[in-house]
């Protein structure tokens, strides 16, 4: 008695200063499907939908992505012919249009039109969820700037599934998506993933992932890694091991299904072990001729070339004596 169950929603009082959705005022909010019809006479205004669908495995669809796709009134995919396959598979005949990286702006402003005409638009990626590592994130942001609403209907996630089935920490992680083409891009985000402490994801065509790997061992070194390729399909596997071992597997293989790389981040030791090492390229004399250099007092010039190295300020006097 006095505990609320969660098998449904409590009902709550409205609370002053928030709207008849519960929600603060300002927010707006569509954790229900926004009704076509407007309350105050004026033209109702449609809603973009993000709807996810499988990666692989078609029963992972969920059961409100299969109604939206159904009602709305347009579906925008980034590849038609690979949607209607999707679309047939459940005897779904909403009109479909593309909308993909090489669209352009006139696309978006049609769709936009759409949206402030009052249609609701479902818009779909080939696999996974809209707006990750994809071109739908521009019409999103188009919408926010025009103040039409958008929601999203969760669902597969090719990165979070990947995350999730590595073994690697999970209570911080980074989403890098593909690495740069260009080469000076390319370098400065493998440079930047040296340092970095969280556990990264990324994704990889199969064509280039071997050679990703040697790039990424020779960047990052022997850090651990777990390659996942056709996730959810009968073939789904996953690599685990070093960054060498998984170059060294995948070096002449020809390998089949889209790729997700999760990185173990780097500790704080090995970031300081590192540090240290590229200090001791330097004597103890140039070290702190350095920092003198910099107008710095040498009091304090000794006591950062001790901090640097790791060492106490008696073994940095000892090594000048």
Not at 170 to 197: H, I, M, N, V, Y
Not at 228 to 251: D, M, N, S
Not at 253 to 268: F, P, S
Not at 309 to 318: A, C, E, F, L, Q
Request: proline fraction near 4%; charge should be neutral; charged fraction near 25%.
């Amino acid at each position: 008695m006095g505990e609320a169950g969660m098998g449904q929603d409590v009902p709550r009082r409205r609370k002053e200063g928030r709207g008849k959705d519960g929600l603060p005022a300002g927010e707006a909010g569509l954790g229900q499907d926004v009704p076509r019809t407007g309350e105050t006479g004026q033209r109702p205004q449609g809603v973009l939908y993000l709807c996810a669908t499988p990666i692989g495995n078609l029963e992972d669809i969920t059961l409100r992505v299969l109604r939206i796709l159904r009602e709305a009134d347009l579906i925008a995919a980034e590849d038609t012919r690979h949607t209607l396959k999707l679309l047939n598979h459940f005897g779904i005949k909403t009109a479909l249009t593309s909308y993909h990286k090489f669209s352009g702006d006139t696309k978006a402003e049609h769709l936009i039109r759409l949206l402030a005409e009052g249609k609701s638009i479902a818009l779909v990626t080939d696999a996974g969820t809209p707006s990750i590592s994809d071109p739908g994130e521009g019409l999103v942001r188009r919408c926010v700037e025009e103040g039409i609403p958008v929601t999203t209907l969760p669902g597969p996630c090719a990165c979070i599934a990947a995350l999730t089935l590595s073994g690697m920490g999970s209570a911080r992680f980074c989403f890098e998506g593909f690495l740069p083409t260009p080469k000076r891009e390319r370098a400065q985000t493998l440079d930047a993933l040296r340092c970095e402490e969280r556990t990264a994801v990324l994704y990889e065509a199969p064509h280039r992932l071997g050679k990703t790997m040697q790039e990424l061992a020779a960047s990052l070194g022997a850090r651990r890694v777990a390659v996942c390729r056709e996730l959810t399909k009968i073939h789904e596997a996953v690599f685990r091991g070093t960054l060498p071992e998984a170059a060294a597997y995948y070096g002449g293989q020809d390998v089949k299904g889209e790729c997700v790389i999760v990185l173990e981040g780097v500790t704080r030791a090995a970031m300081e072990e590192e540090k240290r090492k590229a200090w001791e390229t330097l004597t103890v004399e140039e070290h702190l001729a350095m920092y003198l250099a910099k107008g710095m007092a040498r009091k304090e010039a000794l006591k950062l070339v001790a901090q640097d190295r790791g060492v106490s300020k008696r073994d940095i006097y000892n090594a000048l004596i």
